[in-house]
């Protein structure tokens, strides 16, 4: 019976090769009745993706002799044009003054802490991430003090707001290094009488807190032999 209603779906594969489905019905009406034909055109137009930050930081203690790698668990996610849309990539620390970052590979020092990938794939960047390696910057925190640095990661595909993350931070702290005397002379000799600077060739080094950290120094004497 005239006019009925059919039924029917389409499939349209976006930017990553995922199938969308859709549905679409159509009124019919028997042949020769007063109804005109014509030709239904469907536009399908690409709609941006935003690139996503996948996190899943160590965030590991360490100290201020040591070295990490705090980019292991993070994945760049760019489904747009096949997935293969370029986006610029950013990380900065918190305060350059606490570190830097070593190993770059393709990433270039900005300055300031600050270091950046640009117009590369979302899989390239992942591969450039995760091996940079933190160096501390040694002797700058007071023993045995703990200090948190903290890392913010920016990708964006310069068609929408740039998306951040804010999970990596890494607890570093400082380990004492003894202090170091040198140029100690043994053998000198001395004449009734006469003073004699015993020490004039002493050196007195000390590391940490930037070489600030208080020092006792002792002297002692043993008692003449003859």
């Known amino acids: 019976t005239y006019p009925y209603t059919e039924s029917f779906l389409y499939t349209v594969a976006d930017d990553a090769a995922g199938i969308v489905t859709g549905h679409v019905q159509v009124v019919v009406h028997e042949a020769g009745s007063d109804q005109s034909t014509t030709t239904v055109n469907v536009n399908v137009l690409g709609r941006n993706d935003i ?11 360490m ?24 986006v610029d990539v950013l990380v900065w620390l918190d305060d350059a003054a606490k570190g830097t ?13 600050r270091y950046g990938l640009t117009n590369v794939t979302a899989a390239y960047a992942t591969s450039q ?16 003090a703990t200090e948190t640095v903290h890392f913010t990661l920016s990708v ?37 009488s006469t003073a004699i600077r015993l020490f004039s060739s002493v050196t007195i080094r000390e590391v940490d807190d930037l070489t600030l ?7 002692r004497f043993n008692g003449p032999t003859n």
Not at 51 to 61: E, G, R, S
Not at 213 to 219: E, H, K, M, R, Y
């Open 51 to 61: 690139p996503v930050i996948l996190n899943a930081p160590p965030n590991l203690p």
């Open 63 to 86: 100290t201020d002799k040591q070295t990490a790698t705090p980019f292991t668990g993070v994945t760049f996610i760019e489904v747009d044009q096949q997935t293969v849309e370029p």
């Open 101 to 113: 970052l070593q190993e770059l590979g393709g990433f270039a020092d900005l300055g300031g802490g």
């Open 129 to 144: 991430i995760r091996p940079l390696r933190f160096v501390p910057t040694e002797n700058r925190i007071t023993v045995p």
């Open 156 to 192: 964006t595909d310069n068609k929408s707001a740039p998306v951040l993350d804010t999970l990596t931070a890494i607890a570093v702290t400082a380990v004492n290094d003894p202090s170091v005397i040198s140029g100690t002379r043994a053998g000198q000799t001395a004449y009734a």
């Open 213 to 219: 950290q208080p020092l006792d120094v002792t002297i």
